[in-house]
């Protein structure tokens, strides 16, 4: 029996049905509530399945219109010069961050809280900080670190100034996790955010998200970054392979 949660089983399902073409390219997907039913999972897993397809670049989703099949495979199939774990905790410690605070967060509050109380199923601390490169006083990124709470310990960590870095290190700690789920694409900074990262409005950033699963596979933190385009630059290796 697999150990993979719903929504990647789902996932997985729903994946070879569209590289077999039983869903063919420029058909929609069943709705939301289809899907709930011919799976037998809940309208949140049925959503990450989906989040999932689209984030693989398979789907796109409108809402009010469905989930339309974009591709058999995922576009680009590439390796990384970050190939583990250890690799991105690595890249990370080559920053420093400046934790701006903690706060509580309501269910509904946006899309990262939601992942964090509907799939962990605990509440959400989101702990806010500006990413600097060493050595360099501007602000690299806007970094938003989602973490699911099993504790009021934690809890009064993550909230405390001093503490909050400290105990996310911990929680994403390589020896407690199974994978780490990315993805990367541009937007334009928000007003807020711009003025964090002190650029002007509408100026494009990099975002990422990523989603921390510890080894029993549930989701324990989700880290939303906004990076500065003038200032970072991503950089992968492809490799020829067979």
């Known amino acids: 029996m697999t150990s993979e949660p719903f929504y990647r089983q789902m996932y997985h399902a729903l994946a070879e049905k569209i590289k077999d073409a039983r869903y063919a390219v420029g058909t929609s997907l069943p709705t939301e509530r289809e899907l709930c039913e011919s799976f037998g999972v809940s309208r949140h897993t049925a959503r990450e399945a989906l989040r999932q397809l689209e984030q693989r670049g398979l789907i796109k989703r409108r809402q009010g219109s469905g989930s339309t099949v974009v591709a058999r495979t995922p576009p680009v199939h590439y390796e990384q010069s970050i190939q583990s774990i250890d690799d991105l905790m690595q890249q990370g410690s080559a920053s420093r961050l400046q934790v701006l605070g903690g706060e509580e967060m309501a269910a509904n509050a946006n899309q990262f809280a939601s992942q964090i109380t509907l799939m962990a199923k605990l509440p959400c601390i989101r702990v806010r900080s500006i990413r600097y490169l060493r050595n360099d006083v501007r602000p690299l990124a806007l970094v ?94 492809l490799r020829r392979h067979g």
């Open 144 to 237: 938003d670190v989602y973490v699911a709470v099993r504790t009021k310990a934690q809890a009064r960590r993550l909230l405390g100034p001093d503490s909050a870095a400290q105990e996310i290190v911990a929680t994403v700690d390589p020896s407690r996790l199974d994978r780490i789920e990315q993805a990367f694409n541009a937007i334009n900074l928000d007003e807020h955010s711009a003025k964090l990262l002190h650029v002007a409005s509408a100026d494009a950033a990099f975002q990422t998200t990523r989603n921390y699963f510890d080894l029993s596979g549930r989701l324990v933190v989700v880290a939303h970054s906004l990076y500065q385009g003038q200032l970072f630059t991503y950089a992968s290796t």
